[in-house]
Structures are given as structure tokens and as C-alpha cells.
């Protein structure tokens, strides 16, 4: 038996954004440090029904300093959402197709994201997270700012002023993304943006 195998492409994209008028703290910054291929190939049988392994896509660096007169209420927090440049909200953006496109755009469903760091300070440290549309937003670290968990203290949702350079276990985050098998939709080219935000808690 013979079969056409025509290949489909995943790109994933990474931007961050952080606020820059501070209320409570002296500076946020949010750094990226890419890490693994950002273009998933999927061109043979074993890659459309194994799906792509879990890769490294990035490393996050956070660094929040708080003002030279303290304010004990500095504290931030750090999101991720989607971005399909208006596809429908559950689809990946469509850059070609490779065929008449009469069958199903890849969905968001078969991504699945992973977020760790040393001292699993997130609340969905090593987990991996389902997405659904872009309408999802995965709270990396909570906006709580009633409820400040100091840098040094190594438990979940450390949110004080601190940096990756001091405090690397807890300031850092390494993503993780996978995309599940079972590949029955469009070939093609196909995008998404994830958008890392950085934001003081206020």
C-alpha cells in the first residue's frame, strides 16, 4: 500500500511584555532566553502519529527590585496567553496551505505547555496544561498582593522583589511544550505567539 505523506509545519513565537509605570515597585523587568527549534515538522507517519516530544522552547528570567524607600507591597505577577493573528479562537494561524483546505486547520487542543523552575513556585509546576483557544490565559505566578511570599523562602508563589541572578531556582522558568499525536487536519504552515506578560501587582 501506498500513501502520500505531505508535510505540515508548526511555528511557534515568543514576545514579553512587562509594565513599565510602577506603583509599588522600583523596576519589572521579564527576559527570554530561547532555547529549543521553534519550527515542528511533522513530513512522516511516525511524526503525525507519535506527535512532537516535549522540547525546551525557553528559559524566563524575572527580576523585580523593589523602590529605594520599601514598599512592602511590591510584588508582581507573570501570565502567558495566545496569539493566532485572528484565526478562529480555537485554530493556529494559517500561513499556507498545501492542499485545497477543505479539511480542519490544527487546532489549539493539541498543544500542551509545561512550566518548571527549581523550587516549583508555580502552581502548575510540572504539569503539563491543555490549551483551548486563545481566550486561555495561564497564570504562571497569581496576582495576590495581599499575600507576598518573600525571595529565599523556595515555595509556591514567590512574588517579592528578587532576580534570576540571585535567586535563580525562583526568578526562572523553563517552558516546556509538546504537541500531541494523532495529526488528521490541513497540511500546511501553520503559527502561534505566546505572549509572556511581566506585571506588578496593584
Same mark, same amino acid.
Given at each position: 500500500?501506498?500513501?502520500l *505523506?505531505?508535510f505540515? $509545519?508548526?511555528?511557534?513565537?515568543?514576545?514579553?511584555?512587562?509594565t513599565? @509605570?510602577?506603583?509599588?515597585?522600583? &523596576?519589572?523587568?521579564?527576559?527570554?532566553?530561547?532555547?529549543?527549534?521553534?519550527?515542528?515538522? !511533522?513530513?512522516? !507517519?511516525?511524526?503525525? %502519529?507519535?506527535? !512532537?516530544?516535549?522540547?525546551? $522552547?525557553a528559559?524566563?528570567?524575572?527580576?523585580? +527590585?523593589?523602590?529605594?524607600?520599601?514598599? =512592602?507591597?511590591?510584588?508582581?505577577?507573570?501570565?502567558?496567553?495566545?496569539d493566532?493573528n485572528? @484565526?478562529? #479562537?480555537?485554530e493556529?494561524?494559517?500561513?499556507?496551505?498545501? &492542499?485545497?483546505? $477543505?479539511?480542519?486547520?490544527?487546532l489549539?487542543s #493539541?498543544?500542551?505547555?509545561?512550566?518548571?523552575?527549581?523550587c +516549583?513556585?508555580?502552581?502548575i509546576?510540572?504539569?503539563?496544561? @491543555?490549551?483551548t483557544?486563545?481566550?486561555? *490565559?495561564?497564570? *504562571? #505566578?497569581?496576582?495576590?498582593?495581599?499575600?507576598?511570599? =518573600? @525571595?529565599?523562602?523556595?515555595?509556591?508563589?514567590?512574588?517579592?522583589?528578587g532576580?534570576? #541572578?540571585?535567586n535563580?531556582?525562583?526568578?526562572t522558568?523553563?517552558? %516546556?511544550?509538546? *504537541?500531541?499525536?494523532?495529526?488528521?487536519?490541513?497540511?500546511?504552515?501553520?503559527?502561534?505567539?505566546?505572549?509572556?506578560?511581566?506585571?506588578?501587582n496593584?
Amino acid at each position: 500500500m501506498y500513501r502520500l *505523506i505531505i508535510f505540515t $509545519l508548526f511555528s511557534l513565537s515568543l514576545s514579553l511584555h512587562r509594565t513599565y @509605570a510602577q506603583t509599588h515597585c522600583g &523596576s519589572v523587568e521579564l527576559m527570554l532566553e530561547n532555547q529549543g527549534n521553534n519550527l515542528f515538522t !511533522f513530513n512522516d !507517519f511516525s511524526s503525525y %502519529e507519535g506527535g !512532537f516530544p516535549r522540547t525546551t $522552547l525557553a528559559r524566563l528570567k524575572v527580576k523585580v +527590585e523593589n523602590k529605594p524607600v520599601v514598599d =512592602p507591597l511590591c510584588s508582581w505577577n507573570l501570565y502567558l496567553n495566545i496569539d493566532n493573528n485572528g @484565526a478562529p #479562537i480555537d485554530e493556529w494561524e494559517e500561513l499556507n496551505l498545501y &492542499s485545497n483546505g $477543505l479539511g480542519q486547520n490544527p487546532l489549539l487542543s #493539541i498543544l500542551e505547555l509545561k512550566v518548571t523552575n527549581d523550587c +516549583e513556585t508555580s502552581h502548575i509546576d510540572g504539569n503539563f496544561i @491543555a490549551l483551548t483557544d486563545v481566550t486561555d *490565559i495561564i497564570q *504562571i #505566578i497569581k496576582p495576590m498582593i495581599l499575600d507576598i511570599k =518573600p @525571595a529565599n523562602s523556595c515555595v509556591e508563589n514567590v512574588n517579592g522583589p528578587g532576580d534570576y #541572578i540571585s535567586n535563580y531556582q525562583e526568578f526562572t522558568f523553563k517552558i %516546556e511544550i509538546r *504537541i500531541k499525536p494523532g495529526m488528521t487536519f490541513n497540511p500546511g504552515r501553520f503559527a502561534l505567539t505566546f505572549n509572556f506578560r511581566l506585571e506588578e501587582n496593584i
